[in-house]
């Protein structure tokens, strides 16, 4: 992984935040160009590839939706990293490719640190201030669907293999 720079959110970010339901039915990119504007209304307008989301508890509560990652993902964030996440939202970000980290000492970051998650040995490294930070480690099964590009490529390679 390489390091990004964090945005800062606070606790309960729904699913609408990332994703506002006025938007659904129209093109991914123009989704994701209003990507948490009620919030930060700068924040899909400058956001770069490989950047990272910092939520507190709670993160990507509310529908079901997998536009919510989609969009995360079509704007170039390669992590979110929070004290708790919605189980369908985790769920669906593992899905879809995006990491996600439970990170209790997530209050340790400020806006536009440079971060790098370490998620194999569940640990952020904030290279601004030099501070680790302890967050809870993603199973090597999850890891390796990651890395895979999400759910689909993972199985995809995995029949070719011939593993089921």
Known sequence: ??????????????????????????????????????????????????????????????????????SLLQLGVTTVIAESFAGIFQRNAFNLGLLVLECEERDNIREGDLILPDPKKGMVLNQTTGEQLSCKKVPE??????????????????LKQGNR
């Open 141 to 158: 099964f999850l890891l390796q669907m990651l890395e895979d590009g999400g759910l689909v490529p993972h199985l995809e390679k995995k």
């Open 1 to 70: 992984m390489k390091p990004g720079r964090s945005w800062i959110f606070g606790d309960d970010v729904d699913t609408d935040q990332m994703a506002p339901g006025a938007y659904m039915k129209r093109s991914l990119e123009e989704l994701a160009s209003h990507c948490l504007e009620r919030l930060n209304p700068d924040f899909a307008k400058q956001v770069q590839s490989g950047d990272i989301v910092v939520g507190g508890r709670n993160f990507g509560a509310g529908s079901s939706r997998e536009q919510a990652v989609q």
